[in-house]
């Protein structure tokens, strides 16, 4: 069963700051699912990130 993630577990899973994120999903850096208001993440989301920014994944 696929995990959704809150922006602040998103930041936290990626060791970025929650603002950073805010950030990049405006901007369209890392795709997200809008439900209504709420953003939610899925791993893929934060797979497909680690994968456009490989210096994620060495934090």
Request: charged share 30%; glycine share 4%.
């Amino acid at each position: 069963m696929p995990t959704d993630y809150t922006y602040a577990e998103a930041a936290a899973k990626l060791r970025i700051a929650e603002s950073t994120l805010r950030r990049w999903v405006s901007k369209g850096r890392i795709s997200c699912h809008r439900l209504g208001r709420c953003v939610r993440f899925t791993d893929a989301d934060l797979e497909a990130a680690y994968k456009k920014y490989p210096a994620l994944a060495r934090r």
